[in-house]
Each structure stands twice: as structure tokens, then as C-alpha cells.
């Protein structure tokens, strides 16, 4: 949990974020958590114009600290100056989309498929959440199928995250629902889906719940 003020006044704006964060991990399907203290959230923007920035939710995108991230930005914008604050906004995540430094293709393919990863584990735990089984038992074809397509029904009415696009999405399913559900098929049993009639269901829904909003 991340807790971060900001106090404004005609003269000045000051900010201040807690240093306490969260690592999660998955292990057998299982969700861990653990916490930490020392994080820096708080970053200088510009090295010459009082521009900040606060991070939370994660200290890192696609593994890579926001810091090295911040700084390789503030590095190239040198002494640039912007006649907006939002502009700033918008040239640093022009920055993150385009840097292939940063985030060369490969750096990019393994992100997605540890998203994708864990995307089909939430899709399964939600599957039997819907279905209130006991641990162990393995649900019904058709009971599985219908709590899968239910979900994916709802998910298909959720927005997908800023700064994705539901293009965005639709480009994603295109591209990977046929390999994702190969992989689903390929490894059942790890990503404990009993059958593989609904493989093409639960990459949907795996998809969507990486990229859409599910706060809704």
C-alpha cells in the first residue's frame, strides 16, 4: 500500500511518499506477498526545472526500476523546458512507449508472456471461485465451460487500462489467443484448467484480465 501527499499553495507544491513496498510472486499457483521498507517513490523529473514525479503500484515496469527509467528520461530531456506540466507527462511516456533500449523486443516478449502467465492463473482461480468447489475436485464439463464463458462475457464488458486501447486488446487476441491457448492445453495441469475443450475461453479471459480493468 502506498501512501503519497501533495500540498499546494500560490508559492510552492511539496511532496512526500512513504517508503513501503510490496513484492508478489507466484509459487504453485499460489500468490505471495511479502513487504518491504527503503523504497524511493519520489523522483526529480528535470534537472533544471522543478518538475516531479511520484510512482505507486509497482516499483518496476517490466522489471525495470522506475529510477533507471526516470533517469534515462531526465538524461535526454536535459535542459528542456515545457510551456505545460502535462506535457511532461506526455513526453515521458512517449518515452517509455518508443525506448527499445529500455525495452528491446525480447525484454517485451518475456514481459507479456509472464503477464500472460499469470493472467491465465487469475483466470482459473476466478473460474473456481465462481464454481465453489471443495480443493481437489475436479468440476463437470459443462459446469466449467458455462462459469469460463460467464466470466469471459463479463470481462468483454470491461475497459482496458490507460494507456491501453481496446485496439489495443483486439490487436492481442489477434496475435496471441490461438498460442496461448496452446500453451493452456500443453500445461493443464499446472495451470490447474481440467479440460482442454475450454482452452480458447480461458486465453480470452487471461488476455483481458492483463489488459482490461476489472475494478469496473
Not at 58 to 75: D, G
Not at 125 to 130: F, G, N, Q, Y
Not at 167 to 179: H, I, N, P, Q, S
Amino acid at each position: 500500500m502506498t501512501a503519497e501527499v501533495a500540498i499546494m499553495n500560490k508559492y510552492a507544491l511539496v511532496f512526500a511518499a512513504d517508503s513501503a513496498t510490496t513484492v508478489t510472486s507466484w509459487a504453485k499457483g499460489s500468490k505471495e506477498t511479502r513487504f518491504f521498507k527503503g523504497a524511493n517513490k519520489l523522483f526529480q523529473l528535470s534537472t533544471v526545472h522543478p518538475v516531479g514525479l511520484m510512482i505507486n503500484g509497482s516499483a518496476s515496469l517490466q522489471r525495470l526500476p522506475w529510477e533507471i527509467i526516470v533517469k534515462e528520461f531526465r538524461a535526454q530531456l536535459a535542459s528542456d523546458s515545457c510551456d505545460r506540466l502535462a506535457t511532461y507527462s506526455q513526453r515521458f511516456f512517449n518515452f517509455v512507449r518508443g525506448h527499445t533500449g529500455l525495452f528491446p523486443d525480447a525484454h517485451r516478449k518475456q514481459a507479456w508472456e509472464r503477464s500472460i502467465t499469470r493472467g491465465i492463473l487469475v483466470a482459473s482461480r476466478l473460474v473456481k471461485d465462481a464454481l465453489d468447489l471443495a480443493a481437489g475436485v475436479k468440476p463437470a464439463l459443462d459446469a466449467y465451460t458455462a462459469a469460463a464463458q460467464d466470466l469471459l462475457e463479463e470481462a468483454r464488458t470491461f475497459s482496458p487500462t490507460a494507456p491501453v486501447s481496446e485496439k489495443d486488446v483486439e490487436a492481442a487476441l489477434a496475435r496471441k489467443l490461438d498460442d496461448t491457448a496452446a500453451e493452456i492445453e500443453h500445461d493443464l495441469d499446472f495451470y490447474e484448467v481440467p479440460y482442454v475443450e475450454v482452452s480458447r475461453t480461458m486465453a480470452e479471459l487471461a488476455i483481458r484480465t492483463v489488459m482490461t480493468d476489472h475494478t469496473q
